[in-house]
C-alpha cells in the first residue's frame, strides 16, 4: 500500500504565502507525476499543478505566477509555495501520484493513482 500525507494547511490572510509538502510512503518503486489539486466548498475538484519525475510543470491557468511545484525525488516528497494568496484560493488542497510499485509495474507504465486526504487552506482577513 502507498500512503500520501498531506501538511502545511492553515489561515493565511490575503497577500500571505503557505507551503504545502506532501510525503508519500510505502510501497513505492518509482513515482511519475506527482500533483495538487484543490477542492472548494461547492466545486469542482481541479487541478492546482503538476510536476513530472523530470521537473517538467504544469499549472492551472489562475495559479500562474503565483503557485511553484516542486519535487524532491528522493524523499518522494512534494511541495507546494503559494504566494499572493486570495480568499478564493479557500479550498482543501489534495495531493496525487502516480506510483509504480514493482519493477514489472514500472516497465509496463502501469502506475497507480494515490490521493492524500487533504489540508485545509483558508485565505481571510
Known amino acids: 500500500q502507498v500512503q500520501l500525507v498531506e501538511s502545511g494547511g492553515g489561515l493565511v490572510q490575503p497577500g500571505g504565502s503557505l507551503r504545502l509538502s506532501c510525503a508519500a510512503s510505502g510501497s513505492i518503486f518509482g513515482i511519475n507525476v506527482m500533483g495538487w489539486y484543490r477542492q472548494a466548498p461547492g466545486k469542482q475538484r481541479e487541478l492546482v499543478a503538476a510536476i513530472s519525475s523530470g521537473g517538467r510543470t504544469n499549472y492551472a491557468d489562475s495559479m500562474k505566477g503565483r503557485f511553484t511545484i516542486s519535487r524532491d525525488n528522493a524523499k518522494n516528497t512534494v511541495y507546494l509555495q503559494m504566494n499572493s494568496l486570495k480568499p478564493e484560493d479557500t479550498a482543501v488542497y489534495f495531493c496525487?501520484?502516480?506510483?509504480?510499485?514493482?519493477?514489472?509495474?514500472?516497465?509496463?507504465?502501469?502506475?497507480?493513482?494515490?490521493w492524500g486526504k487533504g489540508t485545509l487552506v483558508t485565505v481571510s482577513s
Open positions: 496525487n501520484a502516480e506510483v509504480y510499485t514493482s519493477f514489472r509495474t514500472a516497465v509496463e507504465h502501469e502506475a497507480m493513482d494515490y
